[in-house]
């Protein structure tokens, strides 16, 4: 773009106030020298391209990932796995099959359920991942304090299977539905639906039982998704939704040299109007906020198939950090789950709090932190995840120090394009990431 | 599908507790019975293609929509239309001329804008829409009361001007954030954007501020999205997100015989995944509840160009027809941009409360409605819109008055599929909605 139209075109320096036109000018002045530290894309490229030979090659290497009988705990600790709709029934019929069995040798109908309770949960820091230990219960039927659930479980694993038989996937509260007498409250059918996937091993979209989806993904990537095949460079502005069921998600392809993941469906349209994967070939995804199942299922099976680093665009507070944790480590409910959720190794790449100043964000756009903003980061601090990452806690503690946050937006200061023509590109250029 | 398959597969009447198995059995047998007395799908598809000749028909016979200036209301009346960008450009510098020669004049800076107030609001029953009056205020410089207002506008216009002569799209985010310290709060920032869009004469979207989108559509419709052409039957189940930015949608094709509004996103995926489409062409669209504007624009888009019925299901409760007077009757804060925003006509295909007994959806699926849904069940009952048609009062009543309520996914007791395989194909070949 000419100089002559960037300048007409940047609202930055052209406010009406004259008590704020001194500041701004300033911050906006340095905005165009960072601008003008810009080097050629095709060295960013370059730069970018070695990155990627790098991570393709560090998959390459280490051939496997770590699993939990890699560190000898696989007898000790519990974890679910995909498995396709014949597994998932003939784990059921088996589990059926043991309860006649013991029925018959005078031992009565009882499920042995794991337990999922914090107490049974572990961190793994070999694995970066929220594990559940072994322990489990018994439910009988036979007995006044388990004889509810007992029943709920039985009729949540006949429900999975006519889901399986059938081929075809439902939600949460479709389950609850089919026996509202029974369930009373969607969380008892909800609680005993996650036993049942710790009970069979497998993940809970392996019982075709999903989330519903608000992810939506663009750039370049192509895939199939219930056998359409879906190209993401074609999608507009819009983008194409990430489908809640990822067992028709299928043969992914992409010539990008790494993922974007953006918190926030604004900063999104900002990429995706701009075709910013157009100029630096990557994947732009984002779940509008708290990660789903979902969108968090995508961006695994996209890292797993496609080996490519994760970079992360969230607002600098502790609810962006809050939200790589969970694209990162899982949350605490769906531990046993942990290995099919989680992304380790995302790359924090902003807003960082040392952004503010580096970019010299003005004083209006950065938010005070509350007292509870403040104890969200002091307890972030204390989580295994951060503390291995010496960058995040340094960013971290000045965070919690200046007690100032700010959102993504808060780039559009310096021009609605801001975001896509000269931080994100800066940031690729100097690899300014955690 | 085979009878053995789908008794097999139907997980209605296996269930485990002697007590609920009479009346679930009752209640299936008479959803075998509804099952039965579907006809073939082509006599349902004979009168499907009836409704939609008519439908074409009738929008070619009334070859233009009333308008104000039919009903001489547009001098005492305003609303805004859709303009291209260099209109709206033309707009700002005609506003920014008038002052120039107003202050020339010795008459000083002022603005003239609509008041958007509720006294200011009207509803137009030939129109069935609100819109609004001609009242306007004077917003003057050179007064204490309204120079805040007056330099936030003029900031407003600027950026606005900005953003069009890029050819980009912004978020009222974005806008607020290139001047947190002129606007102080989004609120005022978003409140003169609808200010500036009544003085303009043309809608938000013109001025290429957009909200976020969270609509999806699957279906027989084929369009561009910002250049790129979308086949939505070739978008498996996770369908289309729709674009935030209406006006870089366009080449609307479709083969649908009618539109199917859905209110929540299970009911959605349900009938993704079963590609309900194939077998009854029809576009489906959901904005997964409370409708956001995008998604409106897309629809009112969709039915002005293709000509298709709209037929809605939504829950049977007091929100799933308030979902439907947001899309026929618009919100009343954003009045002024009402005839844009709007959906007339749209039928109540369901769930409707004479649904429930004649679905014989079981007593455990219904809810009790709480005090504040009977409130806003009454509420509705004052609306113009609702009085206007004697079939939904007679509905909203019998809820009223019953107090029960069900969701969409209430069908589900009769099986996970009941939706799509009994429920929509009877509706559809008795034409049952109001």
Known sequence: ????????????????????????????SHAHDLRKQLKPDSEILASLRRMYDEAQSAAASSSKTLTLSDLNLSSACREVSDCDASSVKLAIERAILDIARSILAGRGFSFDVPSRSASNQLYVPELDRIVLRDKSSSRAFANLSTVRKATITARVLSLVYAVLL?????????????????????????????DASCMLGCTRSSLHVVASE??????????????????????GIGGKAIPPNIDRVGNLESDALFILLV????????????????????????????????TRLFLKRMKAELKLPVLALVDSDPYGLKILSVYM???????????????????????????LDKYQIPDQCRL???????KAGKDLLEEEFVKRN????????????????????????????YLTEVYMPLKLQQKDWL
């Open 263 to 294: 918190e926030k469906d604004a900063a999104f349209m900002r990429l995706a109007e701009d075709r910013f994967y157009n100029r630096f070939p990557c994947i732009i995804v984002t779940a509008k906020g708290q990660p789903d199942v979902a």
């Open 329 to 355: 480590c899982g949350s605490k409910n769906m531990s046993y789950d942990s290995s099919n959720l989680t992304t380790p190794d995302i790359k924090w790449l902003g807003v960082r709090p040392s952004d």
């Open 390 to 417: 010496e960058g995040w806690v340094k960013e971290l503690e000045s965070m919690v120090r200046t007690r100032q946050k700010a959102e993504i937006q808060a780039l559009s200061s310096f021009g609605f394009q």
């Open 214 to 235: 608000k992810g939506v993904v663009v750039g370049r990537l192509v895939f199939t998704d219930d056998g359409d095949r879906i190209d993401c460079t074609k999608m």
């Open 166 to 194: 059938r081929d075809i996937h439902v939600t949460k509260r479709d389950l609850f539905y089919t026996d509202v007498k029974l369930f009373q409250d969607q969380s008892q059918s909800d609680a005993v639906l996650d």
């Open 368 to 374: 005070p932190m509350t007292d509870q903003d403040v």
């Open 1 to 28: 773009m000419s100089e002559k139209k960037r300048r007409r075109a940047d609202p930055g320096p052209s406010g009406p106030t004259a008590a704020t036109k001194k500041s701004r000018a300033r911050g906006s």
